[in-house]
């Protein structure tokens, strides 16, 4: 509180030769102080008009430091405002702690700061990877200040919610959120959406998403495209696809963010149609075409079977960025075009662009899958030697699958020995079928049941060793080991085989009956079967793994979704249509070896996209060279 002025007479120090006039009796107030001066008033405000715009232009850490010491000079460590732009600012330059540890050192009088200046510290650690978990404490501490939210503290909070992962937490401050009266907030809803989406666990976070989504008075395209992107990110695809279209009959406008989202949905259906048409209502939707949508565009028709438009989208690009040639490279490595994916790796290099990790993986992956064993140890010492990137456990794994197709078996199990890294389960687990797959059983069986002893509840190690005992026709260990999946609970993942026709998506299992046609289906397989045996095809029955007759193993395998899927077609498409089906699994040697006879025998192309590539079938062929 400012010292009041004290009366004149007691601070008269000046000496006159003539003396002072005596009081009136009248009066007993002392003479009216002098009104403040403004002066004080001026130069606070001054001060921090001269600070905010040192701030707005500040560009470097070390400017930052420098306007730090003139805020202290200045007195304005306590000023919400000059705090609010010094923290906006130390977020854009990415040491938003060095920010906080003034805001919240031992001399900072937090009583002082408003709630704006807590929004944007929440902001700024929500955006920052690694440190989503300080937004949810500084949301704690506003509370504990008695500083009241608003309606743009909840949306920052979730987005940190989100990130974080914690479906618990992320209901906690929904309940908040409807205590302070924000429910009705559509950016907070809309949050409430994207945050329930990312969150797992529980009764499982989608469904939350939906209800707030359902239950929402007035949506946004923002709305519909969280709640489609919540769909994708847990991989209901469909779904995704359902809610599009639903939103198309709402008369919502979709923005490129919702057409990333649907692209995605598309590629992971495996559906080129709907994602051709997809294309064409982003062209006539004159939806904006941004650097991300194009980028989408590319991935979609690479993972669903058309490799060269996605080139020709890629080299139509004014302007691309490191997705765009990552994308590129990680297609063709998909359709097994090494050659090509590592030109075009080449020519990124030479155009200036510097390659990450990310980038390094599809370019591995393009040497594994097309057998560039070579190229592929070249690339990797170049990594940390020409570009100065760490190797990560995804390229070491690169590196074992590139070895094991090759079937240097041994010489991959040396390479994983000596990684500098401990394996992950994916690289073990690559190491056992490349066994399984090159006889080396033992081995196999070795590493598989120390993965068991490793990951006890983990369904895929125990299918593992089940195959690895079936291969050595030892039918009594594959039981026990299936009786103990029984007894944990464990089911294996069925394989199944979807494919689109007329913008519809169809979906088959082993020794499905369910569709409408699945006599015809059924009668076409035979068919099929007989052709193919003219033809000289001879079924691999070692691939079922049943301790069943020679005869029983073939219907089995006649029985396989893939050429389920392929029977429909051929009955319900023109004779020389291209076919496309994807696999959820790996493709069984028989299948591969099917569809190289159906595809000539009937004159078809036939492309499989399956867990790991893409197969083209044509003319007898296949693009892998059988080298997959």
């Known amino acids: 509180m400012p010292q009041l002025l004290k009366p004149l007479k007691q601070i008269n120090t000046f000496k006159c030769k003539s003396k002072p006039p005596k009081p009136s009796c009248k009066s007993t107030q002392p003479p009216a102080p002098h009104p403040p001066s403004t002066t004080a008033a001026g130069n606070t405000r001054a001060a921090e008009q001269s600070c905010l715009a040192l701030l707005q232009a500040c560009n470097t850490f070390s400017k930052l430091t420098q306007i ?72 704690k501490l506003m509370l504990e200040r008695k500083k009241l939210p608003n309606k743009f503290t909840y949306p920052f909070v979730l987005k940190a919610c989100a990130g974080i992962g914690d479906l618990n937490l992320g209901k906690s401050v929904h309940g908040s959120v409807m205590k302070f009266g924000f429910g009705d907030e559509v950016n907070v809803q809309n949050t409430l959406v994207h945050m329930y989406c990312c969150c797992r666990g529980g009764e499982g976070g989608i469904e939350f998403a939906r209800k707030v989504f359902d239950e929402m008075y ?67 939707e004159r939806v904006q075409k941004n650097v991300e949508l194009s980028n989408a565009l590319i991935d979609m028709f690479a993972k669903c079977g058309d490799v060269d438009k996605a080139t020709n989208l890629f080299r139509s690009m004014r302007e691309r960025n490191i997705v765009s040639w990552t994308s590129v490279i990680g297609g063709l490595a998909m359709h097994g075009r090494g050659v090509e994916a590592v030109a075009v790796f080449e020519e990124m290099v030479r155009s200036g662009v510097t390659p990450d990790d990310v980038v390094f993986i599809g370019l591995l992956s393009a040497c594994s899958h097309s057998g560039l064993v070579d190229k592929g140890k070249r690339y990797f010492d170049s990594m940390r030697k020409d570009f100065s990137i760490v190797p990560k456990i995804e390229h070491y794994g690169c590196m074992v699958d590139m070895l094991c197709r090759a079937g240097l078996v041994k010489e991959a199990l040396k390479f994983v020995q000596e990684m500098p890294i401990d394996p992950n389960p994916v690289v073990w687990r690559t190491l056992i079928n490349a066994c399984r797959a090159h006889g080396e059983l033992k081995l196999g069986e070795k590493i598989t049941r120390q993965l068991i002893r490793n990951e006890p509840m983990h ?55 369910s569709h409408a046609q699945s006599k015809e289906i059924y009668e076409m397989v035979d068919e099929m079967g007989k052709e193919m045996k003219r033809a000289g095809y001879m079924p691999t029955t070692t691939e079922v793994l049943l301790d069943i007759d020679d005869e029983d193993k073939e219907d089995t395998l006649n029985r396989h979704s893939e050429k389920l899927a392929i029977a429909f077609a051929l009955l319900n498409t023109p004779p020389g249509t291209l076919i496309r089906i994807v696999k959820n699994l790996r493709v069984c040697d028989d299948c591969h070896s099917a569809s190289k006879f159906i595809s000539k025998i009937y004159n078809r192309e036939i492309v499989v996209r399956d867990r790991n590539r893409f197969h083209h079938f044509k003319n007898g062929l296949c693009s892998c060279r059988d080298f997959w």
């Open 68 to 139: 730090h010491t003139h805020i202290l000079k200045s007195g304005l460590q306590n000023n919400p405002l000059v705090l609010t732009k010094f923290t906006a600012t130390s977020s854009d330059l990415e040491v938003i702690n060095y920010a906080t540890s003034f805001l919240f050192s031992p001399e900072s009088d937090t009583r002082l700061y408003d709630t704006f200046l807590y929004n944007t510290i929440t902001r700024a650690y929500a955006q920052t990877n690694n440190l989503k978990a300080k937004a949810i404490d500084v949301y």
């Open 459 to 513: 369904e895929s190690n125990y299918v593992l060793l089940s195959n690895i005992y079936a291969k050595m026709s030892d039918w009594e260990k594959k039981t026990r080991i299936r009786e103990a999946m029984d007894m944990k609970g464990m089911k294996k993942i069925p394989g199944s085989t979807m494919i689109e026709l007329n913008n519809e998506i169809y979906e088959f299992v082993a020794g499905d009956k």
């Open 218 to 284: 007035k949506s946004d395209s923002v709305s519909w495209s969280a709640m489609i992107g919540g769909y994708v990110r847990v991989g209901r695809s469909s779904d995704a696809i359902n809610l599009f279209r639903e939103m198309q009959i709402k008369g919502v406008c979709p923005d490129e963010i919702t057409m990333v989202s649907v692209l995605s949905a598309c590629t992971g259906l495996g559906a080129l149609e709907l994602g051709k048409w997809v294309e064409s209502y982003v062209e006539k």
